[in-house]
């Protein structure tokens, strides 16, 4: 994690000059916002992978003598029958099209938003009082 870090870093340091000499040349304030708004996502991330990268053991890409076998193994768990992105994919499209069709339709997409996130976070949650 920690050389994707430096790249993140070394990219946030590019684009924020890219975006200084776009702004002063250009004058044109909806690209120059959107390379402002780059820098920041990019420097967020790299700031998240250095200090995750700081807190957590060194993986087999931090190690230049590691070879592609080093790294297999299980990355995590993925939930194989999860419903909630569906929910999530119908509220999102109807928000998207709430923005082009009318705000009203934002009253039918919000609930379906919700049900999704809520059905996402407590999907595998079990808790001491669960009923069965």
């Not at 975006?19 to 998240?48: D, N, Q």
Request: proline share 3%; with cysteine.
């Amino acid at each position: 994690m920690k050389i994707q870090g430096k790249m993140f870093i070394w990219l946030s340091v590019f684009i924020l000059v890219m975006a200084c000499v776009y702004g002063v040349w250009s004058k044109e304030p909806a690209g120059t916002t959107a390379l402002f708004l780059a820098f920041g996502l990019s420097i967020m991330i790299g700031f998240y992978l250095g200090f995750t990268a700081r807190r957590v053991d060194t993986g087999a890409q931090d190690n230049k003598e590691a070879d592609v076998a080093d790294d297999a193994g299980e990355l995590g768990f993925f939930s194989p029958h999860s419903w909630q992105p569906l929910a999530l994919g119908f509220g999102g499209a109807l928000a998207f099209a709430g923005v082009a069709i009318g705000w009203w339709l934002l009253y039918f997409s919000a609930p379906l938003i919700l049900i999704g996130i809520w059905g996402w976070v407590f999907e595998y949650y079990r808790g001491e009082n669960r009923t069965q």
